[in-house]
Nanobody, 129 residues
Framework: QVQLVESGGGLVQAGGSRKLSCAAS???????MGWFRQAPGKEREFVAAISWSGSITYYSESVKGRFTISRDNAKSTESTVYLQMDSLKPEDTAVYFC????????????????????WGQGTQITVSS
């Protein structure tokens, strides 16, 4: 079992920054961790992902260069995953979800929703213009 709890959501002005956190616990050793988002009326979309060691990261084109994913593995059963969001735009407004998935060797594979089998409850980010 894996438990995921996101925090850090809120209201941000366009051009501003925000850092999301995801507290992960349980059987998370070796797992890929990802961030996804879902805007009203739209499908859930991939944002960023990171391997267990942190050596592999992958970003969607829409956030590349603005968002940074990182993680701190306290031990094999506890990890915190961060999403630093800079230069925020109104189109970044969405509910952001943390997810835990299988380990992969190719970065591109991290973008597949089907890779992830555990999801957090989500945290709202609203970017005002």
């Amino acid at each position: 079992q894996v438990q995921l709890v996101e925090s850090g959501g809120g209201l941000v002005q366009a051009g501003g920054s925000r850092k999301l956190s995801c507290a992960a616990s349980g059987r998370i050793s070796s797992r890929t961790m990802g961030w996804f988002r879902q805007a009203p009326g739209k499908e859930r979309e991939f944002v960023a992902a990171i391997s267990w060691s942190g050596s592999i990261t992958y970003y969607s084109e829409s956030v590349k260069g603005r968002f940074t994913i990182s993680r701190d593995n306290a031990k094999s059963t506890e990890s915190t995953v961060y999403l630093q969001m800079d230069s925020l735009k109104p189109e970044d407004t969405a509910v952001y979800f943390c997810a835990a998935g299988a380990a992969v060797v190719r970065a591109q594979a991290m973008g597949a929703t089907s890779l992830y089998d555990y999801w957090g409850q989500g945290t709202q980010i609203t970017v005002s213009s």
